[in-house]
Structures are given as structure tokens and as C-alpha cells.
């Protein structure tokens, strides 16, 4: 297991005189996927913050999960066996309620949570959404072959789960997903634990303009849970309805995706029915692009809702990552704010939110206005965070979390349209960022170092220098896991 030990200081006067504030960011990074695998991408990462077992998912050639019991210091890996093979991958995972057994045995063990890992099926039924779940640390895997299921196919499922607080057999269990026809959005429910799911509810139909603007050509970006209320809410990006049936529905995302959505529903009833009502949270007009992939959002302990995406409003190549807030259930939002000051190129943003008004941020970062491949452009993970979100402006601390280059080249961001397009899409589409038990981040993304087109494998990094996202938290507990 290769391990990466860093101590990086970012002291520069510019970025203090900005309100980016500067920070020495101290943590370590950790190789999660094994040697053998050389094109593992699209890391997903959930904190159990009972015990803080770090848990990982990502693709390499199917799904794979990993646990750590040690603060993300060590890995072990915890395959998902199926009768049906490994899946295609796009995966997600969360941690859920407390087993459901009060003495081990039977693939359960008592005193942990259950852990939920979705993806796209490859069998029985191809292109549809498999939920895999584990009650005994990944030892044993339970499978549903029939979670979110679409006659037009599904692409891209993300996962969100409210955790009850008696038994993971009553967690209410989410799965957003867009369609390959009409390009809905839609999300199943589960009130059982993810045994059973209702039918896919399109969050689209209560707003008429959020309809017709999103006809054929989305990206759903997400799907979070209020901790407090069980309150579910869906982000999505999109263009307008003349580029969409004009320039390509679905999958060749070669026009511009200027808008921004965020649809509320109330926690899924007992027939497991979503009822929706969907907000604009920014369109930056045609000339302007967020689908440097994903518009990301999160929602903290007091119900606050934040949206953060890329988007190039300075000039036509200058994409930073904006951040806006809702204060009142997604239904307006504030003017978006840049998080970064350095200029280059920033993508692939995705947050966590802690206490009240305190948020964590991972993106990518490379000095150079226009990426490419020829240039050999470097690129490293930034770190950034706010403890005061819900400000008219926010100040944002910066820092790096990769302990170097961890890619050069260009990035593709066209999805699956990059292999007719020729562009370099090494990384894949996405990273990811939760906060762990003593208020620290863990962020997880795709390294490939200084090769272009080289092998890529999964890192892990906690970064403890930065202010706790959960006010009271313990900081000791921070990057430590039950058998730290």
C-alpha cells in the first residue's frame, strides 16, 4: 500500500488581501485502490461517524469498495460478489442506520451501521441501478437487482440516505438518476432500508419552465438529505430548450449548460411517493458553461442548502468555481461567489456541510487558461472551506490537499462523447468529499501523477489543519477510525 505523507504551506499575501485566507494544510494521503488495477476513476467516499470507518467506492471495470478502520491510513478491500458479475460502474455509497441484529451472525454484526453502495448494472438488467448493501463491514454483501429501473435506460445514479436512528431496515434510501430519452430527472425511494423501492418520480413536472428548459439534455449533479428534517433535494444542470433540441439531447453535452436546478420534496411518504418543487439556482446565459462536471450541493445542520459548480463568467476561458446558498428549502438563492482567486482552470468541484454556515470543498486546479494534452498542463487537488456560507460574501480558505501533480493533459468533460471528440478523459467525471467524526475533511480523487495517459489509481487524503466543519466536534477523533 503506497502512502503519501505531506505538509504543504500556502502563504500567499495576494490571496489573505482577497478574503482567501491562508493556511498550512496538514494531513496525509493514501493509495486506496490495489497495484493490480490501473484504470480505477470516479471515487466516492462516506464517513461512518459512530466509529469513523472510512469507506470508499469507485470503478475499474466494475465496482469496488474499500474500508478503513484506521483513519483512512490503511485499506482493505471489500468486494461486492455477484451472481451477476462486477457492474459497470458509476458509483456511489453512504453510510446508513444501525444494523439490525443484536448478536452477530446471519452477515450482520451489532454496534455498526449499515453501508449502501449503488451502480450501473451490466446484469440482469442492463443499464439500471443495482443497491448493494452490507451489515457486517463489507464481509457480506446484499444485493438489489431492481432499485431504479427506467424503460429508457438510466445514466448516472447517485445515492442519498437518511439514516434512522433505531435500525438501518427503516433508513429511507434515495436514487436520482437521469433517463436516455427525455433526459428526466427522476428519483426512487426506499422506506425499508433499500429492500424495496416506489416508482421513479420525475422531479421536473411541478415546474413548468424547469421542464421545458431541461427537456432531453441534463446532468443530474446529486442528491442530499437535511440531517435534521430527512428533507430531500436534487441538483441538475441543464441549457435551454433551443440548444438542447438543437445542438444534441443527451449525451454529446457539446452545447452550453448555463442553468442550474435545484429541486425540494419532503421525505418520501409511506407508498414511498417524492412530491417535488423545483427552483432555478443560477443561469449564467447561453455564452457562459457550468458542465465542467458537476454542479454539486449539500445541506447543513441548521438546513441551509448550497449549490457550487464551475463556470467560466469571468471570460470565456476562465473557469472557477462559484458557490450560492439557500436559506429557505432551495426555494431562492443567493448571487454566486467565487471560491477560488488564483485564475487557471478549476473543475470537478464537489462539497460537504457541517454545522450551520460551514462547508468543505474538493476541486481540481491547473495554473493554465486552456489545458491541454501538448501542453503537459499540471493539475493538483485544492482543499477549501467556509465557516461562514450563509454570508451575503463568504470568505473561503485555500489549500493544497494533493501532495503533487496528480494529472497533466487536458480534461474531457464531454462524458462518453469524449471518445468521439478525442478528449482526454483519464480522470473520468467526478471526485468526491465527506467530513469525518471529528470534523475534518476526507476527500478521495483520481491520481495519475505526472504521466499522461499513464495508470490511475484512487487516493485518499484527510486534511486536519483547517477549522472543524461540525462545531463541537472532538479533534482528536479526527482521521482516526475504530482501530486508531
Known amino acids: 500500500m503506497r502512502r503519501r505523507w505531506w505538509i504543504v504551506m500556502a502563504l500567499t499575501l495576494s490571496a489573505a488581501l482577497s478574503g482567501q485566507a491562508a493556511y498550512a494544510a496538514t494531513g496525509f494521503t493514501t493509495q486506496v485502490s490495489p497495484a493490480s488495477q490501473t484504470n480505477a476513476t470516479e471515487p466516492s467516499v462516506a464517513i461512518d461517524r459512530s466509529d469513523g470507518t472510512v469507506w470508499v467506492a469507485w470503478q475499474a471495470s466494475g465496482r469496488h469498495v474499500a474500508r478503513s478502520d484506521d483513519g483512512g491510513r490503511t485499506f482493505v478491500q471489500t468486494p461486492i460478489k455477484s451472481v451477476f458479475g462486477n457492474d459497470v460502474g458509476d458509483v456511489d455509497i453512504r453510510v446508513g442506520g444501525p444494523t439490525p441484529c443484536a448478536v452477530a451472525g446471519g452477515g450482520c454484526t451489532p454496534g455498526t451501521r449499515r453501508v449502501y453502495v449503488t451502480s450501473l448494472e451490466r446484469l440482469p438488467l442492463p443499464l439500471q441501478t443495482h443497491l448493494a448493501f452490507s451489515d457486517d463491514r463489507g464481509t457480506t454483501w446484499t444485493e438489489n437487482n431492481v432499485a431504479a429501473i427506467n424503460p429508457s435506460l438510466i445514466d448516472r445514479p447517485w445515492l442519498a440516505v437518511y439514516p434512522s436512528t433505531l435500525s438501518a431496515k427503516q433508513d429511507q434510501v434515495y436514487i436520482v438518476y437521469h433517463d436516455f430519452s427525455v433526459s428526466q430527472i427522476n428519483v426512487a425511494a426506499s422506506n425499508d432500508g433499500g429492500h424495496t423501492f416506489g416508482p421513479s418520480v420525475d422531479v421536473l413536472g411541478s415546474n413548468g419552465m424547469a421542464f421545458a428548459n431541461s427537456f432531453c439534455n441534463t446532468i443530474p449533479s446529486g442528491i442530499e438529505v437535511d440531517p435534521g428534517t430527512g428533507e430531500v433535494y436534487v441538483e441538475w444542470i441543464t441549457a435551454d430548450p433551443v440548444a438542447n433540441t438543437t445542438q444534441g439531447c443527451n449525451i454529446t453535452q457539446i452545447q452550453n449548460f448555463h442553468q442550474v436546478w435545484v429541486a425540494h420534496s419532503a421525505p418520501a411518504d409511506p407508498a ?92 481540481l486546479h491547473t495554473p493554465d487558461l486552456t489545458p491541454s494534452d501538448a501542453k503537459l498542463s499540471p493539475w493538483t487537488t485544492k482543499f477549501a472551506q467556509t465557516t461562514n456560507g450563509t454570508a451575503a460574501v463568504p470568505k473561503f480558505a485555500v489549500t493544497s490537499a494533493s501532495s503533487g501533480i496528480m494529472h497533466v493533459g487536458g480534461i474531457c468533460t464531454n462524458g462518453i462523447f469524449c471518445s468521439v471528440t478525442t478528449g482526454n478523459r483519464d480522470l473520468a467525471d467526478s471526485i468526491s468529499i465527506a467530513i469525518d467524526r471529528g470534523g475534518s475533511a476526507a476527500l478521495v480523487w483520481t491520481d495519475q501523477g505526472t504521466v499522461l495517459h499513464g495508470p490511475t489509481d484512487i487516493t485518499y487524503g484527510c486534511v486536519t489543519s483547517q477549522q472543524t466543519a461540525v462545531v463541537g466536534a472532538t479533534p482528536g477523533l479526527s482521521c482516526k477510525g475504530p482501530a486508531s
Do not use: C, E
Open 272 to 363: 414511498t411517493l417524492t412530491v417535488w418543487d423545483a427552483h432555478m439556482v443560477f443561469d449564467g446565459g447561453p455564452n457562459t458553461n457550468t458542465d465542467d462536471i458537476f454542479a454539486t450541493l449539500a445541506v447543513d445542520s441548521a438546513g441551509n442548502v448550497y449549490s457550487v459548480f464551475p463556470d467560466n463568467l469571468r471570460s470565456s476561458v476562465n473557469f472557477d468555481i462559484w458557490f450560492s446558498h439557500s436559506i429557505n428549502k432551495a426555494q431562492t438563492w443567493s448571487n454566486p461567489v467565487a471560491v477560488n482567486s488564483d485564475g487557471g482552470t478549476n473543475f470537478f468541484p464537489w462539497i460537504a456541510a457541517g454545522s450551520a454556515g460551514r462547508v468543505d470543498f474538493i476541486y
